[in-house]
């Protein structure tokens, strides 16, 4: 079986994680952005519709306002549209006359003045009637403003004077009947002619009436004398053919035998009516983003509508077609950018989701990499102590089985044997030792104390010479024989501070690192000019220095910082030949924090490492 295929399962499960997990992300925020801009360019379509939906409430304000404005004229009485007029019921012995009250009236917002005329009956032989009502001041001090009003309504008598009966005709739609007192009517059509005649046929005409048929106000629009439009409104008054045999001898009463056909109506302002009612009624209608359009000069917006039009004005043919055109134009930079805001917003979102996301898989792939690293170096350390088992246990075992069997009978033989099976049984001791020593150290029981460095070193020096005895860390060693000479060099300072420590932290540092040293960068004393390994102690400003020299291959710097990891060793478990378990360089780097202490590698000058323990003084 493959011993990588389950780390390779494991990222292969990470990386199909990682892929579910941003795979809806991406989907949903994919779909989220696009609805977006379908939104955008959906509210954008609608912008015509809403502008066109607009322009129809304006229109429908406007025409309210104009509607109540001519309903209200509508209901002034027909008789006051003249000099004089008589009020109903007030006729007695004597004739009663009154002046129009259309000489004095306030007049509305856009009317300019009332006028009245008749164009084919006795009335015509007068002039149009102009009525200004509250205006008569400014006719007294502006006479050429009077005597334009006076011309443009001479203006519009005499267009309708020209045009054929049919076209006249086709204005008169809605028609209210009504009764008024014969005596109203007759004052209406011959006063002041005829005001012998009337004064004397006043108890004639007492308790009769005539019947009176007034139409509804039209609109029109025609050019005036200088040429600029001329707005006014309507209406049709027409008086029931009166007897002709009950009028004769009576000439007052002439004038009604063929029927009168009065017009009545309103001089209005142009002005008024095409730019400051749009502009009151878009203040009532159009909303903050909608505009109400009316220069022509300016670019018209999404939705164009002829007031004029709208109203049912008839307009003259001679006007320029585009008198009274307007248009809404709807402002979309407020939609523009709170979709904008949206979309900064979303991206906002989303890169924080992003880099949480990253983040969290990034911490995630670090997570399973190091359990996977580390599941790695357990089994490299389950291999590493098989291998270191297995040697000594066979050695013991066959020594321990030619000593039964009696191979031989020689005591120094004997006595070899005994050494190798306890060397071999002192290796078991020292792997299982340092087992117990890493759970040890990693709860934390060590209790630091001063002591001289020096001093602990010198007392392992038996213990670190080839050949020497294995023993447990912080004991005695049996001392190594001298057929050759030492591979260790001791370079201490005399003047070298106490420094907390505990016997057995320098021990397990000091022959963990001179072990390392021998199996990584073995010594060849057989080679010229060879260098042993150096073990030295030294201050170092207001620290302790101690360290292990030698003249090996040297350590990666992408390695410095993993060596001292729990079961990791350099390269695979399957093709090393060099002894060990991954836990010598650990068990330093706990040590030396035990006692707070830090261990470092360094590159040595010329070539090898320099394993560095610095340690605080007592002082």
């Not at 005649?197 to 009769?208: F, I």
């Not at 134009?329 to 407020?334: C, L, R």
Request: overall charge negative.
């Amino acid at each position: 079986m493959n011993p990588t295929r389950p780390i390779h399962q494991k990222r292969t499960a990470l990386l199909l994680y990682a892929l579910l997990l941003v795979l809806p992300f991406a989907v949903l925020g994919g779909l989220q952005w696009r609805q977006i801009g379908i939104d955008l360019r959906s509210e954008r379509a609608r912008i015509p519709e809403e502008a066109r939906r607009t322009a129809q409430r304006l229109t429908d304000a406007i025409k309210r306002r104009v509607d109540r404005l001519l309903l209200l004229e509508s209901q002034r009485n027909p008789t006051h549209f003249a000099e004089w007029y008589t009020p109903p019921g007030t006729s007695g012995e004597s004739l009663q006359l009154l002046q129009s009250p259309l000489h004095t009236a306030k007049r509305p917002a856009g009317v300019v003045a009332w006028l009245a005329y008749d164009l084919f009956g006795e009335v015509n032989k007068q002039p149009p009637l102009l009525l200004l009502g509250d205006g008569q001041q400014q006719a007294d001090e502006d006479p050429l403003w009077s005597e334009g009003l006076k011309l443009t309504v001479g203006g519009i008598f005499d267009r309708n004077l020209a045009e054929d009966t049919l076209k006249r005709a086709s204005r008169v739609r809605e028609v209210r009947e009504s009764t008024v007192e014969l005596v109203e009517v007759a004052v209406l059509c011959s006063y002041p002619q005829q005001a012998t005649c009337l004064r004397t046929c006043l108890g004639y005409m007492r308790g009769q009436s005539e019947p009176l048929s007034v139409s509804d106000f039209h609109l029109q629009c025609a050019p005036g004398v200088n040429g600029d439009p001329v707005l006014f409104a309507t209406r049709r008054m027409i008086v029931s053919n009166y007897p002709e045999e009950l009028a004769s001898g009576r000439p007052c009463l002439k004038p009604l035998v063929s029927g009168p056909r009065l017009t009545q109506g309103l001089l209005l302002d142009p002005r008024w009516f095409l730019e400051v009612l749009p502009a009151e009624a878009a203040d009532e209608v159009l909303g903050a983003n909608e505009r109400l359009i009316l220069d022509p000069a300016v670019p018209p917006g999404q939705a164009s509508f002829d007031i004029l039009s709208e109203l049912g004005v008839e307009l003259d043919s001679s006007l320029p077609p585009e008198l009274g055109r307007a248009s809404i134009a709807i402002d979309s930079a407020a939609m523009e950018q709170r979709y904008r805001t949206q979309r900064v917003r979303f991206l906002g979102l989303a890169l924080m989701l992003i880099v949480s996301l990253a983040f969290g898989l990034v911490s995630l792939w670090r997570s399973v990499t190091q359990q996977i690293e580390q599941v790695r170096r357990m089994e490299n350390f389950v291999a590493a102590v098989t291998h270191e088992l297995r040697t000594p246990l066979s050695a013991i075992r066959l020594h321990g089985e030619m000593l039964l069997d009696g191979w031989t009978t020689s005591g120094e033989q004997q006595q070899e044997y005994y050494r190798r099976i306890v060397r071999e049984t002192g290796r078991l001791s020292s792997l299982v030792e340092r087992v117990l020593e890493k759970s040890r150290l990693t709860s934390g029981q060590t209790r630091a104390v001063p002591g001289d460095l020096n001093h602990e070193i010198r007392r392992l020096q038996p213990s670190l010479a080839l050949g020497a005895l294995q023993a447990e860390p912080g004991q005695a060693a049996e001392p190594a024989r001298d057929e050759e000479p030492s591979d260790l060099v001791f370079l201490l300072e005399d003047d070298v501070p106490q420094v907390f420590l505990t016997s057995e932290a320098i021990a397990t540092l000091v022959s963990n690192l001179v072990e390392n040293a021998r199996k990584y960068a073995p010594v060849d004393r057989r080679a010229p000019g060879w260098e042993p390994i150096r073990i030295s102690t030294r201050r170092d400003g207001s620290t302790v220095l101690l360290e292990v020299a030698d003249r090996g291959p040297g350590i990666p710097p992408e390695e410095s910082e993993k060596i001292f990891e729990a079961f990791y060793r350099i390269g695979n478990e399957a093709t090393r030949t060099a002894p060990g378990t991954g836990l010598g360089l650990h068990l330093c780097y706990l040590q030396a924090r035990a006692i707070g202490g830090e261990i470092s590698v360094h590159a040595r000058d010329g070539g090898g490492s320099v394993f560095r323990v610095r340690l605080e003084p007592v002082d």
